[in-house]
């Protein structure tokens, strides 16, 4: 994949340069310190990922992302965690926060690695069947896969396709994520943020901004806080939180 990295410090531009240099997946075409000179290499070059700061001077990273193309991939990298909530509003890739872990990087790298595949080989629209009691039929890579509700943990949503996390596997389909979701039981379900969905009887804890299942981070949306705490909570309770 062709990156650029983004970023008005030059220390952190040059570390996360060192940091990706090992990792054969990664081709960094170009290293910026504003979102101006940015944009205007992306005009005469192909960009499939950014490593993007998002507290700089002019345009934040924020801003900038919500005019790149669809097909070009962002990981945000900064030193507040504040912003974790707003980066996946753009239909961010992840968020890392410096100082970077290397191990939490690849992880990040895997994930936007699988999604520029999908991007480059489009799949045919995902289809789901009318779903029984307790599971539904969904299309995907020309088949019909039966998936038991129980067996759903989360879904992740990203731009045109949604990711199923099935125990330790996963079925990515083309479609939205307002489309699945409205053939998900709503007593099991919880719409969470923009990009997910997760299964309440799986969730392990969760504070203000953040479900935790296992290892896997979830953040909680703004305009979804109150709604989530109803459903998983019950209104009595969330009204004292």
Sequence with gaps: MNCIIVDDEPLAREGMLLQLQDIPEINVIGCF??????????????????????????????????SISEK??????????QYALKSYEVDAIDYLVKPIN???????????????????????????????SDYMLIKSDRKFHKILFKDIIYVEGLKDYVVIYINDSKIITAMNLKTIAQHLP????????????????????????????????IPIGEVFRKKFLEQYLGKNISDKI
């Design 33 to 66: 310190n504003g979102a101006k000179k940015a944009r205007e290499f992306m005009q005469h070059n192909s960009v499939d990922l950014i490593f993007l700061d998002i507290q700089m001077p002019g345009i934040n990273g924020l801003e900038f992302a919500e």
């Design 72 to 81: 070009t991939l962002i990981i945000f990298v900064t030193a507040y965690s």
């Design 102 to 132: 290397k191990i939490r990087l690849e992880k990040s790298i895997r994930k936007a690695k699988a999604y520029h595949e999908l991007l480059s080989n489009p799949q045919e629209k995902g289809t789901i069947t009318d779903s029984d």
């Design 186 to 217: 709503e007593t099991a379900f919880i719409r969470v943020s923009k990009s997910y969905l997760v299964n309440s009887s799986y969730i392990d804890s969760f504070d203000n901004h953040t479900i935790y299942i296992k290892s896997t981070e």
